[in-house]
Nanobody
Framework: QPQLVESGGGLVQPGGSLRLSCAAAGSLDYHAIGWFRQAPGQERERVSCINYSGESTHYADSVKGRFTIFRDNAKNTVYLQMNSLKPEDTGIYYC??????????????WGQGTQVTVSS
């Protein structure tokens, strides 16, 4: 399983944008990658997932039309572009590598998380 490191979090005003990165020390070519978030006092929620090639993506209803997941396998990096951010998007965002090529929900490796705060 690859070692994952998230970056790109921060404080942004409602309606703003952020791009999160999930970088791996090794190859991500054989792994679907998911982005998750967890707000204080709430359960972790899967936000998005992308298959090994980038051809198939999935989004939670709460972020559809606002977030875009994409990957650059040459850079061993998966991104989450977040637009039109809302206060309810606040939380710690994690990426995770599925042991499979597709988003089967079998995530075996997790990053340490990056904080996203949406507030005026």
């Amino acid at each position: 399983q690859p070692q994952l490191v998230e970056s790109g979090g921060g404080l942004v005003q409602p309606g703003g944008s952020l791009r999160l990165s999930c970088a791996a020390a090794g190859s991500l070519d054989y792994h679907a990658i998911g982005w998750f978030r967890q707000a204080p006092g709430q359960e972790r929620e899967r936000v998005s997932c992308i298959n090994y090639s980038g051809e198939s993506t999935h989004y939670a209803d709460s972020v559809k039309g606002r977030f875009t997941i994409f990957r650059d396998n040459a850079k061993n990096t998966v991104y989450l572009q977040m637009n039109s951010l809302k206060p309810e998007d606040t939380g710690i965002y994690y990426c995770a590598a599925d042991i499979n090529y597709y988003c089967f929900g079998t995530f075996g490796s997790w990053g340490q998380g990056t904080q996203v705060t949406v507030s005026s």
